[in-house]
């Protein structure tokens, strides 16, 4: 089966000149099968949103793709024209935002803005279009009532669901989430999530959850790509990334947010700060926060080495891990 969404050794740089353009994202694979919800975490500024705006064709100029392929059901949606894309989007692939009050239209009713929408993907009926609305707002917990507010009357939850709404209107195959809960507190951003895992068990559609919290993916997301410095550095099942994650990087994740429950204990935070994009250091990009940096990890590009037939990681300490069980093999 064809899968919903394939990224190949895709590279997207910010500038003019591609000689001098600054790498945002770097030789990044990714696969998300129908029905799955994959999920990206890291830190700001690891170029998570670049690749989110690059995988529903909204990346804009100087932001450019330098090299790679987004395909969408089988087809490279880099090689379609604007207007292909304007028909795709929100009919086949869909993306909420985290500011939901520069998503939406601040002077014109939610209902307009649903109106306007449906009218472009070419829903003649005005009774359709708004029997299409008050079902998505139903969908999404919301009383269709609110579709006649503006964006400014509604709490920050209610803005966030009705972009969700908006997103789902016409039943798209992928939808890509990029930090939709971040500005919200956690019983509603807990509300959200539950309801979008109901979404998507009703309506079938794909996810990409997007965030920097990696605790929220480890309980919604089947599978998650770790990313650092424009590239993925880990990625496999979720599940299994939580039991025994791999790269240094994703550990420091892991423990940057408290158990719910045992002892209190005193929460270390990362040292350091991600790398300038435009200086990578030598090397392996984290080396300078790592924790377990060897000599080799300052001036040899890590390979990437398959932990199993899913879980992959890209780090030094994986092939001397991978050296060290040959030798002592029998």
């Given at each position: 089966?064809t899968p919903?969404?394939?990224?190949?050794d895709l590279?997207?740089g910010y500038?003019?000149?591609?000689?001098?353009?600054?790498?945002?994202?770097?030789d990044?694979?990714?696969?998300?099968?129908?029905?799955?919800v994959?999920?990206?975490?890291?830190?700001?500024?690891c170029?998570?949103?670049?690749?989110?705006?690059?995988?529903t064709?909204?990346?804009?100029?100087?932001?450019?793709?330098?090299?790679?392929?987004?395909?969408?059901?089988?087809?490279?949606?880099?090689?379609l024209?604007?207007?292909?894309l304007?028909?795709?989007?929100?009919?086949?692939?869909?993306?909420v935002f985290?500011?939901?009050m520069n998503a939406?239209?601040p002077?014109m009713?939610?209902?307009?803005?649903?109106d306007?929408?449906?009218?472009?993907h070419?829903?003649?009926?005005?009774?359709?279009?708004?029997?299409?609305?008050e079902?998505?707002?139903?969908?999404?917990?919301?009383?269709?009532?609110?579709?006649?507010?503006y964006?400014?009357q509604?709490?920050?939850?209610?803005?966030?669901r009705?972009?969700?709404?908006l997103?789902?209107?016409?039943?798209?195959?992928?939808?890509?989430?990029?930090?939709?809960?971040?500005?919200?507190?956690?019983?509603?951003?807990?509300?959200?999530i539950?309801?979008l895992?109901q979404?998507?068990?009703e309506?079938?559609?794909?996810?990409?959850f997007?965030?920097?919290?990696l605790s929220?993916?480890?309980?919604?997301a089947?599978?998650?790509?770790?990313?650092?410095?424009g590239?993925?550095?880990?990625?496999?099942?979720?599940?299994?990334?939580?039991?025994?994650?791999?790269?240094?990087?994703?550990?420091a994740?892991?423990?940057?947010?408290?158990?719910?429950?045992?002892?209190?204990?005193?929460?270390?935070?990362?040292?350091?700060?991600?790398?300038?994009?435009?200086?990578?250091?030598?090397g392996?990009?984290?080396?300078p926060?790592?924790?377990?940096?060897?000599?080799?990890c300052r001036?040899?590009?890590?390979?990437?080495?398959w932990?199993?037939?899913?879980h992959?990681v890209?780090c030094?300490?994986?092939?001397?891990a991978?050296?060290?069980?040959?030798?002592?093999a029998p």
């Amino acid at each position: 089966m064809t899968p919903v969404l394939e990224i190949s050794d895709l590279s997207i740089g910010y500038g003019w000149d591609e000689s001098s353009a600054l790498i945002a994202v770097r030789d990044v694979s990714l696969v998300v099968e129908a029905g799955e919800v994959l999920g990206i975490a890291g830190e700001s500024g690891c170029g998570k949103s670049t690749l989110a705006m690059a995988a529903t064709g909204l990346l804009e100029p100087p932001g450019r793709v330098l090299g790679g392929r987004i395909d969408y059901e089988g087809v490279d949606i880099t090689s379609l024209s604007a207007e292909a894309l304007r028909e795709m989007r929100l009919k086949d692939i869909s993306i909420v935002f985290q500011a939901s009050m520069n998503a939406l239209n601040p002077v014109m009713r939610i209902r307009a803005q649903f109106d306007d929408a449906l009218r472009a993907h070419g829903v003649r009926s005005e009774s359709e279009r708004g029997r299409m609305a008050e079902e998505a707002f139903e969908l999404v917990r919301v009383p269709p009532r609110f579709l006649e507010a503006y964006p400014h009357q509604l709490s920050g939850g209610m803005r966030q669901r009705a972009l969700i709404a908006l997103a789902i209107v016409m039943r798209p195959n992928l939808l890509v989430l990029d930090e939709p809960t971040t500005a919200l507190d956690v019983v509603v951003q807990r509300s959200i999530i539950q309801s979008l895992s109901q979404l998507r068990r009703e309506l079938g559609f794909a996810i990409v959850f997007i965030t920097h919290d990696l605790s929220l993916l480890m309980e919604m997301a089947d599978r998650v790509a770790i990313m650092y410095a424009g590239g993925i550095v880990e990625q496999g099942p979720a599940r299994e990334l939580y039991r025994s994650a791999g790269h240094p990087y994703t550990r420091a994740l892991l423990t940057a947010f408290p158990p719910i429950e045992g002892e209190r204990r005193r929460q270390d935070g990362l040292p350091g700060r991600p790398p300038d994009m435009r200086e990578l250091p030598p090397g392996c990009p984290f080396a300078p926060r790592c924790p377990e940096v060897m000599d080799q990890c300052r001036t040899v590009t890590p390979p990437s080495v398959w932990r199993t037939e899913a879980h992959r990681v890209v780090c030094h300490l994986e092939t001397n891990a991978t050296h060290a069980e040959e030798e002592v093999a029998p």
